[in-house]
């Protein structure tokens, strides 16, 4: 679509602002609202996080009556719904005697999906749609991805040598990357709203699964584990008195009923999730999820839930650290479990590949 070059300089000041919010909204989506009249910015406003005023009421209250007749950038279809935090946006638009309304894209969801753009239109107001689109759309990739699925955006994290191995035969995997690589990883988790891991990692590494490293931590990510017969010993590091509130278990209807009941009388979130193939089913938990706001997942391991979840065909990015180090033997751990198709056309095909060198290791990136 052809834009103006006035709309594409004020847009980008809008998609500026909306970043903003990074890493604080969800699992609201970022959002940057920019007022200009007769060729001034007279107010400007961004999504802090979640509960609090939208873009658009802060742009507008800071533009006060100059926004008069003038034209308002969205990065964000406005909200028009009324079951939720705070009140819709459309009618504070309309108060405002805006006259012009640029919007990078509709919100997908559902409750909105074109209502605020036809109830601006309907109004009177001359609305454009689809100015930035694709930046737009970048910025809320996870937030776009579970208002269309229904699941969370997920991102597969593994660490192998070169030739696949993500363990010793004796089950030693502490480090196979080195620091470098390490903090590089960990600094993922600060980008997510959960991060997952199967049972066996928690007995094998007693994760804490907290971010602890870098810049300041605003909020910790929700901690999941994938445990079909509720295994998890609770002395696992994931349920100590400081970490249980925020870790949830998934488990099956394999749990015992008397060890489900302790864990639950002790303050520890379970949820009984259907079963596929004898384990958790993945698209089941994702679901349940996405409902509780998780719009970008973080699958950390292990090797079989690595598999599940690129069976299942949920993984939309992968994250390989590789580190410049050969194993060997058909008796250490591949990085990816679970039982190889007999055809090569049935491999998991990336595209989107990029290379990085990390310290000694690289690391290869992947859209599935
Ligand atoms: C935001 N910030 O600037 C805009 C949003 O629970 P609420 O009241 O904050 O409503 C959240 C929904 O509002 C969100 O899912 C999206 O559809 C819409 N627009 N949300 O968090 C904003 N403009
Ligand atoms: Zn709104």
């Given at each position: 679509m052809k834009t103006a070059a006035t709309d594409i300089r004020y847009m980008t000041r809008a998609l500026r602002l909306a970043a903003r919010g990074r890493e604080r909204t969800s699992p609201n989506p970022m959002v940057g609202a920019v007022v200009v009249c007769r060729g001034r910015v007279v107010g400007e406003g961004f999504h802090l996080?979640?509960?609090?005023?939208?873009a658009e009421v802060l742009a507008l209250q800071a533009a006060g009556?100059?926004?008069?007749g003038g034209t308002l950038y969205l990065t964000l279809e406005p909200c028009s719904h009324t079951r939720k935090r705070t009140p819709p946006c459309v009618p504070a638009i309309l108060a405002s005697g805006i006259r012009r309304v640029v919007v990078a894209?509709?919100?997908?969801?559902p409750q909105v999906n074109g209502e605020g753009i036809r109830k601006l239109k309907r109004a009177g107001l001359s609305v454009s749609v689809g100015c930035l689109e694709q930046q737009a759309e970048q910025l809320n990739d996870s937030y776009t991805h579970r208002m269309r699925t229904g699941r969370p955006m997920v991102v597969l994290k593994m660490a192998m040598t070169l030739?696949?191995?993500?363990?010793?035969?004796?089950?030693?995997?502490?480090?196979?990357?080195?620091p470098a690589a390490r903090r590089h990883a960990h600094?993922?988790?600060?980008?997510?709203d959960a991060i997952m891991v199967g049972i066996n990692t928690v007995l094998t590494?007693?994760?804490?699964?907290?971010?602890?490293?870098?810049?300041?931590?605003?909020r910790q990510p929700l901690r999941v584990i994938m445990d079909s017969s509720l295994?998890?010993?609770?002395?696992a590091r994931v349920l100590s008195p400081r970490l249980r509130r925020g870790t949830l278990i998934a488990t099956t209807r394999h749990a015992p009923r008397a060890r489900l009941a302790r864990f639950r009388r002790q303050g520890i979130s379970v949820l009984v999730l259907p079963m596929e193939k004898g384990r958790v089913s993945l698209r089941a938990c994702l679901a349940q999820l996405a409902r509780r706001g998780v719009n970008r997942l973080l699958i950390e391991g292990g090797s079989e839930l690595a598999a599940s979840a690129l069976q299942a065909g949920v993984v939309n990015r992968l994250r390989l650290y590789i580190a410049p180090r050969l194993l060997g033997g058909t008796d250490a751990r591949g990085v990816i479990g679970g039982v190889c198709p007999?055809?090569?056309?049935h491999a998991f095909a990336l595209s989107s590949l990029s290379v990085k060198k990390i310290g000694p290791d690289l690391l290869i990136e992947g859209m599935l």
């Open positions: 996080r979640a509960g609090s005023p939208h009556p100059q926004a008069r894209m509709r919100d997908p969801n030739d696949g191995k993500t363990a010793t035969s004796s089950g030693e995997s502490q480090w196979i990357t080195g600094q993922l988790r600060t980008q997510v590494d007693d994760p804490q699964l907290t971010i602890r490293l870098g810049h300041p931590i605003t295994r998890i010993p609770t002395t007999s055809r090569l056309a």
